[in-house]
């Protein structure tokens, strides 16, 4: 690997801290039937609807490789196809590969497993953190004990609030909720259809909002603090959709947060034993500034913020945008192919993070775009995914 100091890997920042691990990128279900990470007696999580297994057990796993590097080993059941893993030695040459090595083989040793949550069909031991921690610190209710700003909880609140479920992923299980009878529909939809029984949070709304950055670091167990970066997301609703960056106002995101919600946050993490990845989101207002969630763990736009980091110090593209869970109508090769003719064209650099095939000859994508500014940015993402070429040529 390039000894630059701007090449940052998931596996440089797991290594620091822990001399031999694995990284075992996928996330837990409890409620999808087959899938074998399925948490169905202890540390459940409301995915209900659960996502598609192509995504489970494909395109979020792969998001996490181009920018793993090779100093921990990466658990997977299923591996990239050649094609993808070529475009990235292609694209990305200063970023080692990963080391890929099957679940089971990680399962067989001592060796402790990074993983994005508590897993109930991995023991205790194997969790580089206990589960019993991990499970605690990403409660949406334990955001009231990191004693930073945050809105209202609970029983001090009034119409209309924020329902959301305590252990939830992508934003499934929130919903704003406006009288009476919205919050009986929201409760019977958790909990009678679905079948939660964990804890539910009713949480203030805040009106005025401007935006709602996040916030990523990582807490050695040293206590230092590396600090990943900041994205503006964009969001559906409570939905989660994408992550956009300006490098240039990096250190300013940072000064907004870091002395009111960053310190509280490491303190409340350090005294429950954490050490890892951090993700931490902040409502700004016209008013005020609040902590809205939480997320001790690997985060799903890390990938992207590593590459950025590379992208603008080293080869000069300081706008960026994730694209996520994107549906193509055409084949998976058909998009590492315009994302090559587009790269050869030196408009950008398009990284196709992740790709699965789908039925009917389409294809599901994550994809990082680099540009010089946001609007090229948007501009190389629309010419990639244009429904047909002649669309795509007339896109730039």
């Known amino acids: 690997m390039s000894t630059s100091s701007n090449i940052v890997t998931i596996g440089s920042l797991i290594k620091k801290d822990l001399k031999k691990a694995y990284f075992l990128p996928q996330q837990p279900s409890s409620y999808s039937k087959g899938y074998r990470f399925l948490n169905e007696t202890r540390y459940l999580v409301y995915d209900s609807p659960p996502p598609a297994l192509s995504f489970s057990q494909r395109l979020y796993p792969f998001r996490n ?15 990239p196809p050649s094609y993808l893993v070529e475009h990235w030695r292609k694209w990305l040459p200063a970023f080692d590969r990963a080391i890929i090595k099957s679940v089971d083989e990680g399962l067989q040793d001592g060796v402790p497993i990074v993983t994005t949550a508590a897993i109930e069909c991995i023991s205790s031991a194997k969790h580089s953190i206990h589960p019993d921690i991990l499970y605690e610190v990403q409660l ?5 004990d990191v004693g930073a700003p945050c809105p209202r ?14 252990m939830a992923w992508c934003g499934r299980g929130n919903q ?19 079948g939660w029984t964990g804890r539910i949070v009713l949480q203030e709304f805040v009106p005025g909002v401007k935006q709602v950055p996040s916030f990523q670091f990582h807490l050695h167990k040293s206590g230092e603090i590396f600090w990943v970066g900041t994205t503006t997301g964009e969001f559906d609703g409570f939905e989660w959709t994408g992550a956009t960056v300006d490098w240039d106002k990096q250190d300013h995101y940072r000064d907004l947060v870091y002395e009111d919600f960053a310190v509280p946050i490491i303190d409340y993490l350090k005294k429950r034993g954490y050490f890892g990845l951090v993700t931490f989101e902040v409502l700004f207002t016209d008013h005020g500034k609040y902590l809205v969630d939480l997320n001790p763990r690997v985060g799903g736009d890390t990938t992207h913020l ?3 980091r590379y992208m603008a110090t080293e080869v000069g593209l300081k706008h960026s945008a994730m ?3 994107n549906t193509h109508k055409f084949t998976a090769q058909e998009l590492i192919a315009r994302a090559h003719n587009i790269n050869n064209n030196n408009q950008g650099i398009v990284i196709i993070l992740s790709v699965c095939e789908v039925d009917n000859g389409c294809c599901e994508s994550d994809v ?5 500014t946001a609007k090229e940015v948007q501009g190389l993402y629309q010419k990639l995914a244009a429904e ?3 669309e795509a040529d007339a896109k730039l």
């Open 65 to 79: 490789l181009p920018a793993a590097g090779n100093e921990v080993p990466v658990l997977l059941d299923n591996v």
């Open 140 to 144: 949406k209710s334990s955001i009231l």
């Open 153 to 166: 909880h609970d029983g001090s609140i009034s119409f209309p609030f924020a329902v959301k479920v305590d």
């Open 176 to 194: 704003l909720v406006e009288n009476e009878c919205e919050l009986s529909a929201t409760l019977r939809e958790i909990k009678d259809e679905s």
């Open 306 to 308: 590593l590459l950025a």
């Open 323 to 325: 694209f996520t869970e």
């Open 368 to 372: 990082s775009v680099f540009a010089e």
């Open 388 to 390: 047909d070429d002649e």
